[in-house]
């Protein structure tokens, strides 16, 4: 085994929902950044949900192109559902995701998986709303995640300051342990997931980020607040009825028997 080999590997996931305009130039980009500033091993891999445009296309010449970017392909939508796919199949000891947008500077990644790569954290998560973070973005967006965050403070008294940045990180054997116990498939997926992972005495790293909107969004305002809403209601549940607590059992690879296709350049 030579020293490359031997260090740990990190594996970032762009989930992506009719991407075709931004997804070549911001893998590329995000290529460079890792080969010329990341000290670890790691891997891109693209996952697309029932993309109606050229973004699979886009995805797969990019595969073909680029050894370290991989590719997914699920039937149906929901970025919960691509990165519980994707993550919960990895070979790397660090998953991470972020946003096709790049809305997070990469200059926030190694502060993200430093600590989990070292061990201290298992999970780490980019901040628009820790002091430091530097942030441009629509009055109406930042309301409304000022609002919903302190509505989850409210509820719960957690800790971690923005559950919906697009830019997180975890090590594989806990993803592995919280993913089963994620039901959300889509937006409610990260609190979710944070929620479960503070219950279970977890201690969330978090970076403060720049963060630079970009308004091409998929995200539905109103269907998404209902989600949200909802999902915080059945948490709230799930706690008081004394459950979502982690359980000692392994995880089965097949958390998702919807994919139709993964692909990687030895395929
Ligand atoms: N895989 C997958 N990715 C999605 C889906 N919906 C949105 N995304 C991706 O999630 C990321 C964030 O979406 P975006 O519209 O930028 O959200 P916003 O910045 O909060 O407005 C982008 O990379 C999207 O392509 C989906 O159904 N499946
Ligand atoms: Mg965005």
Known sequence: MNSLDSKPLVEIVI?????????????????QFLKQNFPYRWQITIADNASKDR??????????????VKVLHLDQKGRGRALRQAWGNSEAE?????????????????PLVIP?????????IGSRLARE?????QWKRELISRCYNIMIKAVFLNHFSDAQCGFKAITTKTARQLLPMI????????????????????????V??????????????????????????RMRKTFWSGKGQLAATSYAKETNPKITSSVNRAA
């Open 55 to 68: 973004t699979w296309e886009i995805a797969r010449q990019l595969n073909l192109a680029l050894p370290e």
């Open 116 to 124: 989990l790569v070292e061990g201290q954290n298992s999970i780490a």
């Open 15 to 31: 989930p992506v929902y009719n991407e075709e305009a931004a997804l070549e130039k911001s893998v590329k980009q995000l290529y």
């Open 208 to 233: 403060a980020v720049t963060w630079v909107e970009d308004l091409d969004s998929r995200v539905h305002i109103t269907k998404t607040v209902k989600e949200d809403l909802k999902g915080l209601w």
């Open 183 to 206: 039901e959300n498939n889509e937006w409610f997926f990260d609190t979710e997931m944070l929620l479960l992972a503070e219950h279970n005495g977890m201690k969330i790293h978090e």
């Open 94 to 110: 660090v998953v991470a995701y972020m946003d096709v947008d790049l809305s997070t500077g990469l200059d926030a990644l190694l």
């Open 133 to 137: 973070a530097q942030v441009t973005r």
